[in-house]
């Protein structure tokens, strides 16, 4: 087994502020409360974990000390659960999560267990809410009617009110409604009173049947998810205004486009993707996780060659998709049916920042052609390398 020790630590370049959050939420500390890491041993604490995944000890000495130059120089970064728990035999090392949520009580419930322990282990969680039967709908079983999406969606925010993520941040959640689901105005307004469901972002699901009406002047029918039957018509242009002003006074919902994202679903064998993770980044299916990281570009500029490295962003683009790879490999899941979906479809999302300060650095402007190319070229570059 590697040891921290064993890692070369090269001082890491910090901000004041950068070190104080680091203090606050990042670093090790003792039963007492102190301090018993650097951020210098936090990275080196963390690339021996995640190097443990590799064959051989060899192997894993020498990716140890590539993953924490990577991160000691700010080129690449994990997310948060990686950074905290990695190394600790706490926590997860993921940060998104998609659960299922299906039309009968006992999923919903056993979602919410599942939902407490995903964010206790620090990760966040998105939902699809459109398999459940709208408000009123009978239910057979108990001679009662359906308490309906925006009823479940409120229950998981007191679930999410309840746990602390890792001990370190309030719990965060994405809840999805297609938007020819009869509860869509309802789930529209849910957040309205800036009081409910206030740990969770929402959005609306929209196909492309929808926005094709809704530029045509045309009304869409809304469909019992259960059944399959009509439950009346929306003109779809007032809908998507209502939308857009609802989103405009409260910052809620946003838009998934759900036709886009499953034209580039990786595996649509296993269903089609209906939900995302909390901040919309990674379109996943129910029970998968993703474990994110970053590099930085603007760490890539030449400032003497007036270009960006490039040779030293694939290589750096290479490192961090081992890197995100190997995390698959030493995670754990309080569930073990994430685990059984995210050993099985391997799902990492390796993203960018700096890239205002990359066009800073480069004088290009933000809003112009020359700032597109770059990005288009940046992103291309990471993609093959």
């Known amino acids: 087994m590697v040891a921290t020790s064993e890692v070369r630590t090269s001082p890491v370049a910090l901000t004041e502020n950068a070190r104080t959050v680091l203090e606050r939420r990042y670093l090790l500390r003792d039963a007492s409360g102190a301090l018993v890491e650097t951020a210098e ?77 995903v964010q206790k282990y620090g990760g ?94 045309r009304a869409i029918t809304l469909i019992d998810p259960r059944t399959g039957d009509p439950r009346g018509t929306q003109d779809a242009a007032t809908l998507l205004d209502e939308i857009a002003q609802a989103a405009w006074r409260t910052g809620d919902p946003g838009l998934i486009f759900l036709d886009t994202i499953n034209r580039s679903n990786p595996t649509p064998a296993l269903g089609a993707i209906e939900a995302t993770n909390p901040c919309g980044e990674v379109p996943l299916l129910p029970w998968e996780a993703c474990t994110l990281g970053s590099i930085h ?16 962003l694939r290589e750096t683009a290479a490192i961090a998709t081992r890197f995100l790879d190997d995390v698959v490999e030493v995670n754990t899941f309080p569930v073990p049916e994430i685990t059984a979906a995210v050993r099985g479809n391997r799902k990492i999302g390796l993203g960018v920042m700096g890239f205002a300060d990359l066009l800073i650095a480069a004088g290009i402007p933000y809003d112009s052609e020359a700032a597109l190319a770059l990005a288009q070229r940046l992103a291309r570059t990471i993609g093959e390398a």
């Open 41 to 117: 041993g936090m990275l080196a604490r963390v690339a021996v974990a995640i190097a443990a995944a590799e064959p051989d000890e060899d192997a894993r000495r020498l990716w140890a000390q590539r993953f924490y130059d990577e991160m000691a120089a700010l080129r690449f970064m994990p997310n948060s659960p990686t950074l905290m728990n990695a190394g600790t035999g706490r926590g997860t090392l993921a940060a998104c999560f998609v659960l299922p949520v299906e039309d009968t009580l006992g999923s919903i419930m056993s979602t919410a267990q599942a939902t407490a322990m």
């Open 297 to 312: 570009l603007a760490r890539f500029w030449d400032a003497e060659a007036r270009d960006v490295d490039w040779d030293a």
């Open 124 to 217: 966040g969680t998105g939902f699809s809410f459109s398999r459940l039967r709208g408000i009123g709908e009978p239910s057979a079983t108990t001679h009662g009617s359906a308490c309906g999406p925006v009823s479940v969606l409120r229950h998981y925010d007191d679930v999410s009110r309840l746990v602390t993520q890792g001990g370190k941040r309030d719990g965060a959640n994405m809840g999805i409604l297609r938007v020819d689901h009869p509860d869509i105005r309802a789930f529209i307004h849910a957040k309205d009173d800036g009081v409910s469901a206030q740990r969770f972002n929402i959005s609306i699901g929209v196909t492309d049947e929808f926005m094709a009406a809704a530029a045509e002047g």
